[in-house]
């Protein structure tokens, strides 16, 4: 399953908006805020797939049954980049348990790979997993990271979301993956370029939201 927001009318898409805009970027706590934003929105969508249990609450005049989320996900986020983003849903699933892998991108004339140097997660044996980068480009940090993952358990359910996405990274996902999964994004971009960046894309989401590295 592919999940793109931006198919439906809604407040979300005034936030990828203002993320794209390349004059409203130079406020880095605006853009960090939009993500975050558009986290606590992509977390109420998911939300909807994971399983439900019916509570009964005493209130002041009587009693109320509800469906309620069975177990919290456990949340891990690609770093730097994704943590405005991460911040949207463990807003939401504040009693999550949550792990972080340390990737980057690694230049040369010929290609681009992905060097992953830091991994802390909990046990994922049989727990709905939501793995969240922002940008799946060319997907190879997200499947080097569904690698290391699977040797800390299978997930009952991966939850693959991001805040924009490239046709390419989505194809090389789909090829790839070999768990139960889902694939959300806010938006699905046209391609990538030589340099293999989304377009149109919205730039580096970790220099937009804490300045450029070197």
């Known amino acids: 399953m592919v999940f793109n927001l931006s ?11 203002e993320l794209r805009d ?36 005493e209130t002041p005049l009587g009693k109320s049954r509800i469906n309620v989320v069975k177990h919290q996900p456990v949340l891990i986020t690609i770093l730097r980049a994704g943590f405005p ?15 972080f892998v340390g990737a980057y991108r690694r230049e040369s004339l010929s290609e681009v790979t992905i060097k992953l140097d830091y991994v ?40 693959i979301v991001s805040l924009v996405a ?12 070999n768990i139960p999964y889902s694939l959300w994004t806010c938006a699905i971009d046209e391609h990538l370029n030589e340099q293999f960046y989304i377009v149109p894309g919205l730039g580096d989401a970790g220099d937009l939201s804490y300045g450029a590295k070197i």
């Open 166 to 177: 490239a046709p390419e990274g989505i194809k090389f996902v789909t090829q790839q993956i």
């Open 22 to 57: 390349k004059t409203l970027q130079q406020d880095r706590m605006r853009f960090r805020k939009n993500m975050e934003r558009l986290g606590e929105i992509m977390a109420y969508e998911v939300s909807k797939k994971f399983q439900y249990t019916t509570r009964i609450i």
């Open 120 to 159: 802390s997660t909990p046990y994922l044996n049989g727990r709905e997993v939501i793995l969240i980068d922002p940008m799946l480009a060319t997907g190879n940090s997200i499947m080097d990271s569904v690698s290391q993952l699977l040797k800390r358990g299978t997930p009952e359910h991966l939850h």
């Open 7 to 17: 198919e439906q009318n809604s407040v979300a898409n005034q936030f990828i908006v």
């Open 85 to 99: 983003y991460f911040q949207g849903f463990i807003n939401f699933f504040d009693q999550a348990e949550a792990g």
